[in-house]
Every structure is written in C-alpha cells, then in structure tokens.
C-alpha cells in the first residue's frame, strides 16, 4: 500500500512558479511510475506529465512542455513537479498518482494510488 501527500499549491500571478511535492509512504513508492494530473472546475481530470520509477523517462502533455518539469528524488519518497511561466488556464486542482505496473502512462485509470490534491491558481 502506498499512500500519497501533495503540497506546495497556492495562489500565484501569471508568469510566476510553484514546486509542488508529492511524498509517498511505503518502501515501494521508488518502484512505481509517478504521474501528475490536474483538474479544473467543471472539467475532467487531465493528464500532465509522468516519469519512470528510475526518474530516467519523463512525458509531458503539450500544453505544459517547456514550462513543467517533472522529477523524483527515491530516496526521500518524494516526487516534483516545478511548474514556471504559470498561466491562468493552468489553474486546477493538481494530484499526484503512483502506478506500479507500468513504466508510465498517461492514462489516469492505470494508477492504483492517488493523492488528495493541492490547490493551484494562477491569476492574470
């Protein structure tokens, strides 16, 4: 079992950044895919980007490439997703999801553990 913990969200202006952490439990958390996938009010959750168990694959979503960029430290459990040049259409609640099965993917419904989310607004 793995459990999942966002944080860093917050309020920020277009143009500014956020890191936000995810921290697992569990000492299989370095064997699984991680992914990142947002939601906005009144859409359905979407994909962002994931990275591979080794940290050594990442994949982005077009419209955060060059902007976002995913990472993970084993170590600590934890993973990142730095998020710079913040736009208001990147305002979404932000989760962070473990997937043991796969090197990652960008389909939500592969990923077993999820975390509650994190708060992102971006204001114009």
Same mark, same amino acid.
């Given at each position: 079992? /793995?459990?999942?913990?966002?944080?860093?969200?917050?309020?920020?202006?277009?143009?500014?950044?956020?890191?936000? !952490?995810?921290?697992? !439990?569990?000492?299989?958390? !370095?064997?699984?895919?991680?992914?990142? &996938?947002?939601?906005?009010?009144?859409?359905?959750?979407? &994909?962002?980007? &994931?990275? !591979?168990?080794?940290?050594?694959?990442?994949?982005?979503? %077009?419209? /955060?490439?060059?902007? &976002?960029?995913?990472?993970?430290?084993?170590?600590?459990?934890?993973?990142?997703?730095?998020?710079?040049?913040?736009?208001?259409? %990147?305002?979404?609640?932000?989760?962070?999801?473990?997937?043991? %099965?796969?090197?990652?993917?960008?389909?939500?419904?592969?990923?077993?553990?999820?975390?509650?989310?994190?708060? /992102?607004? /971006?204001?114009?």
């Amino acid at each position: 079992q /793995v459990q999942l913990v966002e944080s860093g969200g917050g309020l920020v202006q277009a143009g500014g950044s956020l890191r936000l !952490s995810c921290a697992g !439990s569990g000492r299989t958390f !370095s064997r699984y895919a991680m992914g990142w &996938f947002r939601q906005a009010p009144g859409k359905e959750r979407e &994909f962002v980007a &994931f990275i !591979s168990w080794s940290g050594g694959y990442t994949y982005y979503t %077009d419209s /955060v490439k060059g902007r &976002f960029t995913i990472s993970r430290d084993n170590a600590k459990n934890t993973g990142y997703l730095q998020m710079n040049s913040l736009k208001p259409e %990147d305002t979404a609640v932000y989760y962070c999801a473990a997937d043991p %099965d796969t090197w990652g993917t960008s389909s939500s419904r592969e990923y077993h553990y999820w975390g509650q989310g994190t708060q /992102v607004t /971006v204001s114009s």
